[in-house]
Structure formats: structure tokens, C-alpha cells
């Protein structure tokens, strides 16, 4: 059972991810795009650290956020230096700060992945091999409708300009072991917190590319 503290942390969390998160769609869409845009840093923190604050409580689950975050770190250190698991990218200069010429945050974005992701496909599938292929495929399915968007954002950008199909590939290969982890997690909260997240997340980004597929430009960067 749910208390009253527990409540109100998922409603406040849910209320300020649902604020940022549309904000930024009416300001890329209709106001200064690139001033909204330049705040992802921003939003992306704010959605890792409410990730945190809604999970804190499980078992296990702060282990699996560093594993999580040094995994997919290392897995972008070797894609941006070597090319590996994803093809050849680098990433621009939106993201925020860097090492190896990975943004931090980048890492912090998996976490968020993984976990809404896997928290999404328990709550939909009762078997734990279906859980794990699940979630597998919401992960690819919101990098679907990132990787059009991500060199207008300057996000990153892949060598010749498109992401490869072994970028998709390496996402399944690295995003299958994360899901396995999370089934050892295994989140206790019945929270809506996390569908919440990543539904904002495809809406945010269905906005972006239905945007950029019109006559209108979605953004000019200089």
C-alpha cells in the first residue's frame, strides 16, 4: 500500500516532468527553439534525478543505476573513439559536458531508459523472458524516433549523416543485459511515474519529427 508520502512524491514528480516536458514542446514548436533546445541539460538532469528519488527505496536499485550508467557510458566511450557497438558518431555540443567526448549525461540518459523502460514491461508482461524482450523493444522504439531528429538538435550525428543499422543492433545488444539487470532490481513501487516519463518522451519526440517532416524548419543552429 501506498503512503501518503509516497504519493505525493509521485504526484509532484509526475507534475514536474509533465511541465518541463511540454514547456519544451510549445517553445521548440512555437516560441525560441533554440533557447529551448540549449535547456535539455536541464530536463535531462532533472529526469534522472526524479528517476532516483522514485526508486531510491528498492533494493538494489541504486547498484543497478551505477552499473547501468557505467555500461552505457563505456558503451558510448567506445562507439564515439573506435566506432565500435554503434558505428561511427561523435556527439555535438547540446548535450552539455563531456569525457572522451561523451556527455555525462548521456549516461544518466540509460539509466532513465532502462529503468522506465523495464519497470514499463513488467507492468504489461508477466513473463520475465517477455519482460526482458519488451523493454528491449521500447528502448529501440523511442532511438527510432530520436536518431532523425538528433544532428538538427546537434545531439549527435553519425558519419555520413543517418544512423546505420548497427547502431540499432548494438542498442538490442547492450539495452538485453541492462534488462536482465533490472529483472534482479525488480522495482517494488507500483509507480505511474515511470510510464509517465517515458510516454513524454515519445510525445516529445513524435512532436520533434512530425516538426521536422513539415514545411516549417524545426530549428536553424548556427
Not at 556527455?103 to 523495464?118: D, E
Not at 519526440?205 to 548556427?222: C, G, H, M, Q
Request: aromatic residues 14%.
Amino acid at each position: 500500500m501506498k503512503t501518503l508520502a509516497h504519493i505525493r512524491k509521485e504526484e509532484v514528480s509526475i507534475a514536474l516532468i509533465w511541465l518541463f516536458h511540454v514547456s519544451g514542446i510549445l517553445g521548440i514548436v512555437y516560441g525560441d527553439a533554440l533557447w529551448f533546445i540549449q535547456a535539455t541539460p536541464l530536463n535531462l538532469s532533472l529526469s534522472f534525478i526524479l528517476v532516483l528519488v522514485n526508486g531510491w527505496s528498492s533494493k538494489n536499485f541504486i547498484r543497478a543505476v551505477v552499473i547501468i550508467y557505467g555500461v552505457g557510458m563505456l558503451a558510448e566511450i567506445l562507439g564515439v573513439q573506435w566506432g565500435w557497438i554503434f558505428g561511427d558518431y561523435q556527439y555535438g555540443a547540446m548535450l552539455g559536458w563531456k569525457w572522451l567526448g561523451v556527455p555525462w549525461l548521456i549516461g544518466a540518459n540509460w539509466v532513465i531508459l532502462v529503468v522506465c523502460t523495464s519497470v514499463i514491461a513488467r507492468d504489461l508482461v508477466a513473463n520475465r523472458y517477455g519482460q526482458i524482450l519488451v523493454g528491449v523493444a521500447l528502448m529501440l522504439l523511442l532511438d527510432l524516433l530520436i536518431e532523425p531528429i538528433a544532428p538538427v538538435l546537434d545531439f549527435w550525428v553519425f558519419e555520413g549523416g543517418e544512423a546505420p543499422l548497427q547502431n540499432f543492433i548494438g542498442w538490442a545488444a547492450v539495452a538485453l543485459p541492462l534488462q536482465l539487470l533490472m529483472q534482479w532490481v525488480r522495482l517494488r513501487p507500483k509507480s505511474s511515474f515511470y510510464h509517465n516519463l517515458y510516454l513524454l518522451q515519445i510525445l516529445f519526440f513524435t512532436v520533434l519529427l512530425i516538426k521536422l517532416n513539415s514545411a516549417a524548419p524545426l530549428l536553424e543552429l548556427s
